[in-house]
């Protein structure tokens, strides 16, 4: 596998479910990010991860909680969702956050998530 | 407000036309602004990194120009080709919100064969 990977790549749920988001990075990079896509808005982003340490949560609900056991690993953990979540979750990786000269982004091709 | 803003909304143009499409941002102060490739229901792909203190890249037949005096930038694509066709997204890094890349809406690009 090479780039950015996200499984699964589309997930029906309902209101009730758990489920989760796995996105995996085999470019050797420091920094990882969730986006949200919705239908006819920008790109959102969600939270930021360096190192394992989460270093931006853009106020985003608590039906939505990030995991990053490693560098190379970044899940996202929902539960109680409700339709208006449906959307494009997209994963990215960097090799530094945002603030460094490296921080080029590169991306997964996303979950496509609906949530009945 | 640090803001995105991409014009015009959608583009359809015939093969091995050179186009162009602009991305707005509201204030100067940015880290860098990168163009992106968006296909339909997919990720996107990096196309192009711009730094501040750059004024353009190139690669291959892409060309994007930065200029952050008024918070503008182009991307030129010279002789379109079917290929093309995708929504093409602008992001920037603004300096004082530096864990986060604002997104234009994009630009929905259609080259007809």
């Known amino acids: 596998e090479t780039g950015v990977t996200q499984t699964p790549r589309h997930l029906v749920m309902g209101m009730t479910n758990k489920k989760s988001l796995k996105c995996e990075q085999h470019?050797?990079?420091?920094?990882m990010y969730w986006y949200k896509q919705s239908a006819k808005k920008p790109l959102e982003l969600m939270f930021v991860y360096n190192f394992k340490e989460q270093t931006e949560n853009n106020s985003v609900p608590s039906r939505f909680s990030p995991e990053c056991p490693n560098s190379s690993h970044l899940f996202l953990h929902l539960h109680t969702l409700q339709p208006e979540d449906s959307a494009l979750y997209l994963c990215?990786?960097?090799?530094?956050?945002?603030?460094?000269?490296?921080?080029?982004?590169?991306f997964g091709p996303g979950t496509r998530l609906t949530v009945l | 407000k640090q803001e995105v803003t991409q014009i015009p909304a959608a583009l359809s143009v015939p093969e091995g036309e050179n186009l162009v499409l602009n991305c707005s941002f509201t204030d100067s102060a940015i880290y860098n602004l990168q163009w992106f490739r968006q296909d339909p229901g997919k990720g996107l792909t990096s196309l192009l990194l711009?730094?501040?203190?750059?004024r353009e890249q190139t690669s291959g037949r892409l060309n994007a120009s930065l200029d952050k005096s008024s918070g503008r930038s182009t991307l030129y694509i010279a002789a379109s080709q079917p290929g093309d066709s995708a929504t093409y997204l602008c992001a920037v890094t603004f300096l004082y919100n530096n864990n986060d890349m604002r997104f234009g809406a994009g630009t929905r690009l259609t080259v007809k064969p």
């Open positions: 711009i730094q501040s203190s750059q």
């Open positions: 990215a990786s960097s090799q530094g956050i945002t603030s460094s000269s490296y921080n080029e982004q590169f």
């Open positions: 470019l050797g990079h420091n920094a």
